[in-house]
């Protein structure tokens, strides 16, 4: 929960947002952020609203193969 702590600055986390999204978002200055996909295809960043959990992302299985 928010209530309980926040993310590292530049640590990306997953989140639940807007009572009904789970997305991956960076924290950064006080602030979750994730990027959205326009209908032209264009990439654009945009801040994560009413975020009311997070967690870490988990260990990535590309690098537990590498070890």
């Known amino acids: 929960s928010v209530e309980d702590g926040l993310p590292n600055d530049g640590q990306y986390v997953l989140v639940f947002a807007d009572s009904a999204f789970v997305v991956c978002a960076e924290y950064r200055d006080k602030t979750f952020y994730d990027v959205l996909?326009?209908?032209?295809?264009?990439y654009f960043e945009t801040v994560t609203r009413d975020v009311t959990c997070w967690?870490?992302?988990?260990?990535?299985?590309?690098l537990a193969q590498q070890s």
Not at 37 to 42: A, F, R
Not at 56 to 61: A, E, G, Q, T, W
Request: hydrophobic content about 20%.
């Open 37 to 42: 996909k326009d209908e032209n295809g264009v």
């Open 55 to 62: 967690q870490p992302l988990p260990p990535s299985p590309w």
